[in-house]
């Protein structure tokens, strides 16, 4: 079958792999001039199945009250900047109870846990270096309350098959010999111990490349405006430059900006962008100690990791619509987390700034499946989690489009298997 895939982040590429794999005429179609360019450049780089929790919970709309007049909060909603939030935003405040988030978690953390397998099959047979790291990810307590409370929240994924250890800090700095001077800052961590890390940039690009080796092809540099549909199929998308790609079945995984290439045929999703920062820098030698593995400051929400030889270091998750502009003081939680726990570990007076929108869809889990036109199917709105679930998700989809019964259940996942 001729099959048209709109995106080219970690999402649309992996779409691509298992497609050509499976014998399809793949073309990917992507506005960038090249492959993983908008949140799949920008991501902290964890592979962290550990991390499953959903958004909407209880706490949240605490948070994102409080966010409207203190600055400290790391999921923030500016309702000037975002106005066309109101449906998203009702749908998100329905998810916010304990059954509901819990529900999500475990459709999120079952996703997680086959994509992981997934990518590192893919990185297997493919022979793919991302500057993988498979030491498992800490996440990190300053605070006893709360590293007690995270304790008790962790046992959910714990009970579903996430390995995970509780350490105190004297456990934290033998897990992560870095944190030896800022020991007395920690209050413990969980470690999960399968969880992983890497570079998302190069492994979407040694995708891309095995997806050419079978004969795929990668149209960049033009967007699609719209896709037409006739008789209940689409039958073409257009692109900027007025041309346009005929196919026998399209695959929309545009990020952030599926929702707005999706109403061309009526199909509503439901996604919005949380805007985050990501800055790299350059590790410094320290004598040949390396920070080794990547953590979640859990207080701060700050996430990093080593990426060879320089460190992704993001922060902050905010509600502002689609722009991605930042200045300095939309950097302070990065610049406190590594004033605090990494003063020693980069050269950040050479960081390299990014600021970029996940596709958030109001319950967590993205969106897979067909949707609409029997032709048109759906693999988006991967939120905090894209690089973590991708494989998976591409799999499940392309499992669908062959008529196959995917390997996990996709029940929260499809459109139609949501409230
Ligand atoms: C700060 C930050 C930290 C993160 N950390 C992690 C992490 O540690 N671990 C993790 O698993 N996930 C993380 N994520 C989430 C993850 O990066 C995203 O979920 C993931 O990259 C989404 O992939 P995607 O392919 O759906 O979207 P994108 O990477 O945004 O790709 C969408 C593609 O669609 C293209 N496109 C859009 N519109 C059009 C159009 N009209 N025509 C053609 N092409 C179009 C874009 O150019 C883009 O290339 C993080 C995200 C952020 C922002």
């Known amino acids: 079958m001729k099959v048209v895939v709109i995106g080219a982040g970690v999402v649309g590429v992996t779409t691509a792999y298992y497609l050509a794999k499976s014998g399809h005429e793949v073309t990917v179609v992507d506005r960038e001039s090249e492959v993983a360019t908008l949140a799949s450049a920008g991501n902290a780089g964890l592979i962290a199945a550990g991390h499953s929790f959903a958004w909407a919970s209880p706490s949240a709309p605490g948070e994102l009250l409080r966010s409207l007049t203190v600055e400290d909060t790391a999921l ?7 106005p066309g939030m109101a449906i ?20 999120k953390l079952r996703l997680a846990q086959y994509s992981q397998r997934m990518l590192d099959q893919i990185a297997a047979d493919e022979r ?5 790291i498979h030491e498992g990810l800490l996440y990190l307590y300053r605070d006893p309350k709360r590293f007690e409370a995270g304790i008790k929240k962790m046992k959910l994924v714990q009970d579903h098959g996430q390995k995970q250890d509780v350490l105190d800090p004297d456990g934290v700095v033998e897990a992560e010999p870095y944190f030896a001077p800022v020991k007395h800052k920690i209050a413990g961590a969980i470690y999960g111990v399968t969880d992983s890390s890497g570079d998302s940039v190069k492994f979407c690009r040694q995708v891309q490349a095995a997806c050419e080796r079978m004969g795929s092809k990668f149209v960049l540099g033009n967007g699609v405006t ?3 549909a006739r008789g209940g199929k689409v039958q073409s998308v257009t692109l900027d430059d007025g041309g346009s790609l005929t196919a026998d079945l399209f695959v929309l995984s545009a990020g952030v ?17 949380a805007k985050g920062y990501s800055a790299t820098f350059p590790i410094k030698g320290n004598g040949g100690m390396k920070l080794r593995i990547g953590c979640v400051d859990e207080e701060l929400l700050v996430a990093w990791c080593r990426i060879g030889d320089r460190l992704r270091v993001t922060s902050s998750a905010e509600f502002t619509g689609y722009e991605t502009t930042y200045n300095e003081h939309d950097l302070r939680l990065i610049r406190k987390l590594t004033q605090d726990l990494l003063p020693d570990a980069a050269e950040y007076d050479q ?11 109001p319950d967590g889990p993205p969106i897979l499946g067909q949707a609409g036109p029997d032709n048109l199917y759906i693999n988006s709105g991967h939120g905090h989690m894209g690089f973590t679930m991708a494989c998976g998700s591409s799999r499940i989809v392309a499992d669908l489009i062959d008529g196959k019964k995917p390997e996990i259940p996709v029940e929260g996942l499809t459109l139609t298997s949501r409230p």
């Open 257 to 273: 900006h599926s929702p707005k290439i999706a109403r061309s045929v009526g199909v509503r999703l439901p996604i919005a962008p």
């Open 76 to 82: 923030r909603v500016n309702p000037f900047k975002a």
């Open 88 to 107: 998203w935003g009702a749908k998100f405040l329905r998810e916010c109870n304990a059954e509901r988030a819990e529900k999500n978690t475990l459709v």
């Open 128 to 132: 793919i270096d991302y500057d993988d």
């Open 351 to 361: 960081g390299v700034y990014r600021a970029c929108n996940r596709p958030m869809t």
């Open 226 to 228: 719209r896709l037409s």
